[in-house]
């Protein structure tokens, strides 16, 4: 069926990753990629279901990715390959629903990425009118491209120390506002929050935007082919690393909606530095300034390891070209496939259009989790408890796939209230993409190759 | 000319070196892979 030579389309010489990665190095990707969610973004469920909403929106969406880290976590425990979800579908679901899974998670962290260096142009602008925002995102993509092209380890090591700082903030915030004080505490929450004013509807369409507390979390699976224990590492960094987001967002929620009127954070570009302003203490607001660009940085760092290994693993099973599926001899990255993502993530960084890049990259993600519930269905059907090793075993299996699905279909229609025509464009771009994989690509797609690790390693699937 | 000003030409200078070194090694390492699979054997460079 091959018709192409090169690395990935020989299944003898395919090429792998080094293993080097432990629990701390897979928070740090999971968390990293997330936190700046915190810092920004998540403020607008304020506006669209109040303060109540908000929190109502962050807990039941906390639900939907505590859902989603268990599926991938099960699932990916049994894949010691790079690509995560991507990975898992091309065993559960085939080679053009794995396509599609492996587009989605490359157009997600990269178009996240390209946010995360816009905002840190537009941010660093804030200190003096004289500086220009372009040098520092290029800066920024140029950086952690390079620190990534130079080795996963390296890469990972500075983002927990990024991650963590950045996560010390909020608690720096926290604290200061002396909130465990019955009389001289700042948060204020009866006088600065305002329910719940538009009801359920208003719960629904701020959906969305709680999102951006988790969203990126099930990247921990894209790195599981470098980790040492995968069965160990991925449960372990995964799950603490949602823990964390939770108690984060919680903390978020309150110090920002204690601090800051309602209709002032429903707009904040910077919900957690406004409220750093408001504390009026000038080292708890260079410290939040500091957290915010940290948190970007540590984005920026792990949407670049997570992008490029979908796109490397769909190269080497033959998806997509090979050329992206070398690894450099010397670092062990996939060289090639990270340094092809740079100009797009570049592109999309030139066009300013934020909210549309977000827009783009949270849509991508909802179709991965809805595929992800699909096919925790298929896995168990497919595999049966005791019919395989696993590292992590999902309690309530169908509950948790349910949930997950219900909650993905809640969080699009919520979606489709403000932003249709996104929604109406996305399907379009991945129906396209579809298009050519099946009446182009596909004549290139070696089977064999596509899933010969878990033909190897795992035993026959029920029914086949 | 202002310090924020000097940053901005800094910034760019740190992209611009950045660029050349991974553009160098890039380069270096593509040389090696071209030269291994002409190599006589015809076995191409090993992957690890």
Redesign the interface.
């Known amino acids: 069926m091959s018709q192409e030579t090169g690395p990935a389309a020989a299944p003898e010489s395919k090429p792998h990753l080094i293993k080097v990665l432990g629990p701390v190095h897979i928070w740090a990707l999971g968390v990293g990629i997330v936190l700046v969610g915190e810092f920004m973004g998540w403020n607008f469920a304020v506006a669209k279901g109040g303060s109540l909403g908000a929190i109502i929106a962050c807990w039941v969406i906390g639900l939907l990715y505590t859902a989603l880290v268990m599926v991938n976590t099960e699932i990916g425990s049994v894949i010691p390959e790079a690509g995560g979800q991507y990975a898992m579908a091309k065993y559960l679901l085939g080679p053009l629903a794995a396509f599609n899974v492996g587009l989605m998670l490359v157009f997600e962290y990269v178009m996240l990425e390209a946010a995360d260096a816009l905002v840190i142009g537009e941010l660093l602008k804030t200190l003096n009118p004289a500086i220009r925002s372009l040098p520092y995102v290029i800066l920024t993509l140029m950086f952690f491209t390079y620190l990534n092209y130079r080795g996963v380890f390296a890469t990972l090591t500075v983002n927990f120390i990024i991650t963590a700082l950045a996560f010390v903030t909020i608690f720096i915030l926290l604290f200061a506002t002396r909130f465990y004080h019955p009389t001289e505490s700042l948060v204020r929450l009866k006088q600065m929050t305002n329910g719940l004013p538009y009801g359920l509807i208003g719960i629904i369409a701020a959906f969305q935007f709680g999102v951006w507390f988790f969203l990126g979390i099930e990247g921990t699976a894209l790195a599981a082919e470098e980790c040492r224990s995968i069965g160990r590492a991925l449960p372990v960094g995964a799950l603490v690393g949602m823990a964390t987001l939770l108690v984060g967002a919680t903390i978020t929620w309150y110090v920002c909606s204690g601090l800051v009127p309602a209709a002032h954070l429903g707009e904040s570009v910077y919900p957690l530095f406004d409220a750093a302003m408001a504390t009026h203490m000038s080292w708890v607001v260079a410290a939040l300034f500091a957290g915010t660009l940290l948190s970007c940085m540590a984005s920026a760092n792990g949407c670049i390891t997570d992008s490029s290994r979908a796109w490397f693993a769909m190269s080497r099973d033959t998806l997509i070209p090979g050329a992206f599926a070398a690894v450099h001899p010397r670092y062990k990255t996939p060289y090639r496939a990270i340094l092809f993502l740079l100009p797009i993530a570049m592109v999309f960084g030139f066009t300013g259009l934020l909210d549309q890049v977000i827009t783009f990259s949270i849509f991508s993600a909802l179709l991965v989790y809805l595929l992800c519930g699909y096919m925790m269905f298929k896995f168990r059907a497919m595999y049966p408890l005791g019919s395989m090793k696993r590292g992590y075993v999902a309690p309530w299996h169908p509950f948790v796939a349910i949930l997950l699905i219900t909650l993905v279909l809640a969080t699009l229609a919520g979606m489709y209230f403000g932003y249709w025509i996104n929604l109406l464009a996305g399907f379009l771009f991945y129906f396209i993409a579809s298009f050519w994989f099946t009446f182009h690509r596909y004549k290139f797609v070696d089977y064999k190759t596509l899933i010969k690790a878990g033909a190897i390693h795992w035993p026959r699937p029920k029914g086949y | 000319m ?1 310090i ?2 000097v ?3 800094v ?2 200078a ?2 611009g070196g ?2 050349l ?2 553009l160098w ?2 380069i270096k ?1 593509e040389r ?2 071209r030269a291994d699979s002409r190599a006589p054997d015809g076995a ?2 090993k ?2």
């Open positions: 202002s924020w000003t940053m901005n030409g910034a760019w740190l992209s950045l660029f070194l991974i090694d890039f390492v090696a892979r191409g460079e992957e690890p």
